[in-house]
Every structure is written in C-alpha cells, then in structure tokens.
C-alpha cells in the first residue's frame, strides 16, 4: 500500500500552512454541525467539508483496485458521525485539529477489510456472478424459488425504499449523488430497467452504472439475503 500525500514532517517550511489548513477544517465542521440535523445547509456545509479534504491532498491515497470502495465507505462513516455519533464513539467534530488523521486511519482499515474480503473470495465463491451469456446475475434471481419470488421481491422492494440505515441513499456514483444504490436497485428489480436505458437518462455510461452496481448495490443485496436466511 502506497502513499501518494506528501506528510507535514516533510515539508516542515509548511508547518503554519499546514495548521492553518486543519484550523479552517475544524471552524467549518463546528459551523455545519450547529446547522439542523438533515437540513438543507447541513449537507452542503458536508459537500464543502468533502471538496476541502479533497481538494488539500491530504486525504490517503492507494493503488489497490477497492480504494474507491474503502473511501466510499470511509465517507458514509464520515457523514454519519461528523456532528454526532451514530456508529461510532465520538464524533469527528470532537476531534478538533484531529479530523484527517481519525480519517484517514478508518479508510486504512477498510482498506485492510476489502483486501481480507478479496483475499476469502479468491478461496471461496458462494455463488456465481455471471451466466452463461455473461450477463450479470441478481442475488434476488438466485436465491428466490419460482413460487416464493413475488413475496421476496416485495420484501426487496421494501427494505430499498425504506432504507432505515441510510446507506443505500448515501452511497452513490462518485461525483453523481443523484445516482445511489437505493435508486438503482429499485430501477433494476423485475421488471428491470435496461442499463442502455437508465444510462441514457442519467448521462452516464453503461459501464459506470453497471460496475457501480457490481461493487455496491449487488454486495448489499447479498448481506440482506444473508439476514433474512435466504443465502
């Protein structure tokens, strides 16, 4: 694992900048977090937080193949607990001059998860993921016998739109918050919306819909299968 950001001990002609960085990082926290929970102002306050971070080159950077899916996840993590502490014991608003270190060492071991995960995968495969066309296949298609399926696919339908945790509306095609997991597990239940057609809604391609799919929508369909028994 690589890291890309240059640290503060090595350029120690930056040191002022550097604190002044983490200081203006730490007032716009403090004024997002007094901002209502769930308000309008809150999540573009958040979306400043982000493009600030980003922006710095501060944030951990790899070349593995699931970094984006690690910092997917390091950014939910981070939405549910800047202002108050829904999975986590402190809030990163707590963390003062602190915050991208707290935040870059979660990314760190989702990180070590999805190379664990890669890891298992390689020595086991529960289920296929493709046909013989090629074509992807649906966990809900495979685990749902010919006579169960209309009450598993309202089952489906239901825990999608209700959505209780947040995390399929959360997670979404990178620079494309209107393209979440919650959005296109609904277009893609039976009967499903084509990708040409919901690509050429969305402006996007193809692949970007579909890979999105493979790597976050079609991993929390299985962990729901999973709960309810029926993989």
Same mark, same amino acid.
């Given at each position: 694992?690589?890291?890309?950001?240059?640290?503060?001990?090595?350029?120690?002609?930056?040191?002022?900048? =550097?604190?002044?960085?983490?200081?203006?990082?730490?007032?716009?926290?403090?004024?997002?977090?007094?901002?209502? #929970?769930?308000?309008?102002?809150?999540?573009?306050? +958040?979306?400043?937080?982000?493009?600030?971070?980003?922006?710095?080159?501060? #944030?951990?950077?790899?070349?593995?193949?699931? @970094?984006? =899916?690690?910092?997917?996840?390091?950014?939910?993590?981070?939405? /549910?607990?800047?202002?108050?502490?829904?999975?986590?014991?402190?809030?990163?608003?707590?963390?003062?001059?602190?915050?991208? !270190?707290? #935040?870059? &060492? @979660?990314?760190? %071991?989702?990180?070590?998860?999805? &190379?664990? /995960? &890669?890891?298992?995968?390689?020595?086991?495969?529960?289920?296929?993921?493709?046909?013989?066309?090629?074509?992807?296949? =649906?966990?809900?298609?495979?685990? !749902?016998?010919?006579?169960?399926?209309?009450?598993?696919?309202?089952? *489906?339908?239901?825990? *999608?739109?209700?959505?209780?945790?947040?995390?399929?509306?959360?997670?979404?095609?990178?620079?494309?918050?209107?393209?979440?997991?919650?959005?296109?597990?609904?277009?893609?239940?039976?009967?499903?919306?084509?990708?040409?057609?919901?690509?050429?809604? +969305?402006?996007?391609?193809?692949?970007?819909?579909?890979? +999105?799919?493979?790597?976050?929508? %079609?991993?929390? #369909?299985?962990? +729901?299968?999973?709960?309810?028994?029926?993989?």
């Amino acid at each position: 694992m690589s890291q890309s950001v240059s640290n503060a001990s090595d350029r120690p002609e930056d040191d002022s900048v =550097d604190a002044d960085w983490h200081q203006q990082l730490k007032q716009l926290v403090q004024e997002v977090c007094q901002c209502p #929970l769930n308000s309008p102002q809150r999540r573009k306050g +958040f979306n400043r937080i982000i493009r600030m971070i980003q922006q710095s080159g501060k #944030l951990w950077r790899a070349a593995e193949a699931y @970094y984006e =899916d690690a910092l997917q996840d390091t950014w939910l993590h981070f939405s /549910r607990n800047l202002c108050e502490a829904t999975t986590a014991e402190q809030p990163y608003c707590s963390e003062g001059c602190f915050i991208m !270190a707290r #935040l870059n &060492a @979660y990314l760190k %071991r989702r990180l070590q998860d999805y &190379a664990t /995960r &890669a890891t298992q995968e390689r020595k086991q495969r529960v289920l296929p993921t493709q046909s013989l066309e090629g074509e992807g296949l =649906d966990p809900v298609e495979q685990i !749902a016998a010919p006579e169960d399926a209309p009450s598993l696919l309202e089952e *489906v339908g239901e825990w *999608v739109e209700a959505d209780k945790s947040g995390e399929l509306g959360c997670t979404h095609v990178r620079g494309r918050p209107d393209i979440t997991c919650q959005v296109l597990i609904l277009r893609r239940l039976p009967p499903e919306t084509p990708w040409k057609t919901l690509a050429a809604e +969305f402006g996007v391609s193809v692949s970007t819909l579909s890979g +999105f799919y493979e790597k976050q929508c %079609r991993p929390r #369909l299985q962990q +729901f299968g999973q709960s309810q028994g029926y993989l």
